[in-house]
């Protein structure tokens, strides 16, 4: 920019430059100059918190970010950039970066017992190796509650001092001290252990300090008095290894965010930290028998559901856009808005509807067209795959009935004139015209459709969520009768019930990108041919 | 045929075989469209009979249908009189109303911009950009919840609102997905429309801009409400990331908060699921059927590619 020629070069340029000068300060420009200012706003906005939360990942990306948006709008160069920054934006942080860090999340043991970093880890590990220190006088303390975090406060020198698990004793402001005791707290609510709060107060051990090996306040069950625990392990900081002060073991950091002894075996009652493991995740899909054939079952039905789904769909949307690709009939827009209304019906509460319709004993399917027969859909693995057939193809035969009749009424109709005049009977025109012409047409609609049903989880999840579940184990890793790749991704994060293994269940995601990916490539290249061949 | 009383004198050969005619070519098209009507519309009544129920839990029977019809449903939802149960129906409903509409304008112009950038423009890495897309729209954005949940978690103690239970979030990581899905619905679109017009636009001195927002927006009207009301629905719908995000119970979208009516099968409370989910389908329905016309256009101009 700082080359910029004082007389443009070009006649272009030198249009440009006069139309840039003549729509310099017109509506258009103001309202630019006040959008940009907001966003600078927000950005410096972000830019001062990033560096108050010392986060520099964040901040970087907010500086950059803020530059490069102030360039493209700015300079006179750049135009297609002015239209692809704003989505681009969008993009490249909630998709590609939420895929990378899919990717990185895939080859680490993130999951139950590896949620923290190591540094928390060793400090848990201290807390929960503890003996009660025998010559150390307790504490008197309160507990405190904020939201849903829990704290111990206590005197110390006659000043107020409070912290929690991963945060040592430090001053704490706003306290009222009536008789070296703590009476109230601006902002916490002072509370006793119940049945309901006993759980999370039970681990909640105080470092006294920074150094974890000076011992942990931990509340007793009256919530007015904590004993001083100290380590029964000691953590050496140089050596980076535990060693149990009772039995003398040492553990060392064995490069799995774990410390194990010196067999390999993992420190008895120690958590464990985030940690790159590698392809350990592939390598417990693929060579892992337990998790590889319920998987491979799980691959076959979801591309058995995916295909039946586009198949049935769109034979009965083809047929229905056939009957009706008539000018003679009357009403046809009556007929149209009543049939699509299942696709207009929002997916999710479609999907429940149903899964009380097929209810085995008030169900309106036993009831109506079984005669009251306790059929117990959703029960039954093989009847369960069937209703979800069954209703993915009430869902999505109104889509294909709509794009099955605009491809037909895009036929040129001299092609079917023609064909007539030569004499071919309607079968023949089905056939050889209508039949080819049409499939050209939605074959990328096709294809995306079985994109979307292979993963398409609302539906599962919503209907028979994943079940019937092979027996009563309890074990909730394992797939159900109709569970598709997503659904038992989101079955191995275990956000609903069981131990989460996000490690595990990305390593999973990014198979199931690969699949999807390689199968939409092949069928793309697939339709092009279909299309040279017309 | 209409003056003529037909009714007690023997048709003549001509009219039955109009009538035989008419049968076969037009007639039996009416019969399958009242059955696919009919398949079509029974879920619907379905759940009108539910939602007009009084039981608190279970399906009510289908046998009885209509037997006992009372708004209690409706009452609860807007009253949230059950305290067994968390009902913030209306902020379920204006959540989900604001999510949805920011979401659908952000995508339509990001999503327009972007392809007006592709279709008219030419310069280095276009190409590039448009096969980075095609591949990056392959991976749904479901597939990453893990590491959206993540995301949010660090963005959020930095900007709150961009963290957890914020609704801003999750327009923004619904935004994310704006570019992959539907640029290419709308470059082929815009590809449709002549170049010829920008150009004499051009020449008459209007500048990209006013090119953009006067001319080319307002001739891809169609696609733009296609992908308004596709992006509408489709974060009407979308439940997982929806959940992750939100957790705080009057923070919580449609598909969100009915879930929760009925994710016990002990406790579901089916006529409130189906009380919520005909008022909640509203306002989806009347887009659907207010914007048919151009669906219908918008859905086949993806398929036959320009």
Known sequence: ???????????????????????????GFIVKLILMALIDAIGIFGVIQAWRAGSTTILVVAI?????????YFARRAIPGKYLVPGMVFL????????????YVSITNYGDQHMGSKDAAITAIQSQHTAVAPDKDPYAIVVLQKGTDYYLATVVDGEAEYGTSDQPLEALDGATITDGKITAVDGYDIVKPDRDNWDTLQTLAVPLSDDASQGFLMTERNGTQAKVYLPTVRYDKAADTFTDTETGLVYHDGGKGQFVD??????????????????????????????????????VWTICFAFLSVATTFFLGLILALVFNSPRIKGQKIYRTLMILPYAFPGFMTALLWKAMLNRDYGVINKWIFFGAEIDWLGNPWLARLSIILVN????????????TGSLQSIPSEMMESARVDGAPPLRQFRSITLPLLFIAVAPLLISSFAFNFNNFNLIFMLTGGGPLPGTGSDTKIPGATDILISEVYRLAGVDLGTPDYGLATALSILIFVLVGAIAAFSFRQTRKLEEMA | MSAIDTSNVPLTNRAKAHRVKWWREVGWRHCVGVVAVLYSIFPLVFAVNMALSPGKTGVPDASKLFQQVTGDQFVTLFT??????????????????????????GTVLMGGAAAYAFSRFRYKGRRTTLTALL??????????????????????????????????ALICVYLGGAL?????????????????????????????????????????????????????????????????????????????????LVANDRYAAWGLFAAGALIAAIPVLALFLFLQRYIVSGLTAGAVKG
């Open chain 1, 262 to 299: 010196d067999a390999g075996k993992k420190m008895p009652g120690s958590v464990g930290w985030r940690a790159v493991i590698g392809f350990a995740n592939y390598k417990t899909i693929f060579a892992d028998t337990k998790m590889m054939v319920p998987l491979l079952k799980v691959l």
């Open chain 2, 135 to 168: 591949i990056i729209q392959m991976f749904p954005q479901m597939l990453a919840f893990v590491a959206v949940f993540l995301l949010l978690k660090s963005l959020g103690e930095v900007i709150p609102i961009l963290g957890q239970d914020s609704l801003v």
């Open chain 1, 393 to 404: 193809l009430w869902l999505g035969y109104p889509y294909m009935f709509l794009v099955c």
């Open chain 1, 92 to 103: 490249l942080i909630f998709q590609v970066y939420v895929m990378l860090y899919t990717a």
């Open chain 1, 1 to 27: 920019m700082s080359e910029l020629p004082l007389k443009p070069r070009t006649q272009k340029s030198r249009k440009a430059a006069t139309m840039a000068v003549a729509g310099g300060w017109g509506p």
């Open chain 2, 180 to 260: 992959g899905v539907n640029t290419f619905l709308m470059y082929g679109f815009f590809n449709t429309v002549p170049i010829s017009l920008d150009e004499a636009a051009k020449i008459d001195g209007a500048t990209h801009a006013q090119i953009f927002w006067g001319i080319i927006l307002r001739l891809v009207a169609p696609v733009l409400a296609v992908v308004g009301l596709l992006s509408f629905i489709s974060s009407f719908s979308e439940y997982i990331i929806a959940k992750l995000v939100l957790t705080t119970p009057t923070k919580w979208t449609v598909a969100v908060g009915l879930y929760s």
């Open chain 2, 80 to 105: 949230n009189n059950r305290p067994e149960t968390q009902v913030h129906f209306l902020n379920w409903l204006a959540n989900t109303v604001i999510v949805g509409i920011f979401t659908a304008i």
């Open chain 1, 64 to 72: 950059i970010l803020l530059l490069v948006v102030n360039y493209v």
